[in-house]
């Protein structure tokens, strides 16, 4: 078993097409994500999940934010699909849609990539609040101590 931080789903390979299941054409509910190789000195674990493509892969202007999660357990496992209780201690922050939770891969046009990144943090964050994703990347600074990325597609119609 490697010791590195990793993030994987059971939906979908990394780099591979993220079911529609779990898109704004489907349920719209979170895949089933798996974390292993936590680092030992690790408090706690934070999960963002944006879409550098927005709003067209061919000339994007933005990175739409997805799902804000942090203070996660440094053991968590993973998180169930759709999942609606998270692990004791965790908070939410804000997505682009101004809200908490999961939203949905939900691209206008073309074909869109989906970044989950799992940080692994030698502290627990205080309360920030419901925060952005900005937000979140200033209070991590300094206290990340591994990161890995897991990355799906969706096009509308897939």
């Known amino acids: 078993m490697s010791d590195a931080l990793s993030i994987s ?11 529609s299941k779990y898109t704004c054409e489907g349920e719209d509910i979170s895949p ?8 030992a000195g690790a408090r706690s674990l934070a999960l963002i999940v944006d879409d550098p ?9 933005m990175t739409w934010v997805h799902w804000v999660l942090y203070n996660l357990p440094p053991d968590a496992t993973g998180l169930e699909e759709g999942v609606r209780r998270l ?3 965790t908070l939410e922050g804000v997505n682009d849609w101004r809200r908490t939770g999961y ?15 799992l940080y692994a943090l030698d502290v627990v964050l205080p309360d920030l609040h419901a925060p952005t994703k900005a937000d979140l990347e ?11 990325t897991m990355m799906g597609t969706y096009q509308k119609g897939d």
């Open 9 to 19: 789903s059971p939906a979908f390979q990394d780099g591979g097409g993220i079911p």
């Open 138 to 148: 200033r209070a991590m600074q300094g206290h990340v101590l591994a990161r890995a």
């Open 32 to 39: 089933p994500l798996s974390f292993a190789g936590a680092p």
């Open 53 to 61: 493509d927005a709003p067209d892969p061919a000339a994007p202007k």
């Open 103 to 117: 939203g949905g891969p939900c691209p206008p046009i073309g074909r869109h990539r989906y970044f989950f990144k």
């Open 87 to 89: 692990p004791s201690g």
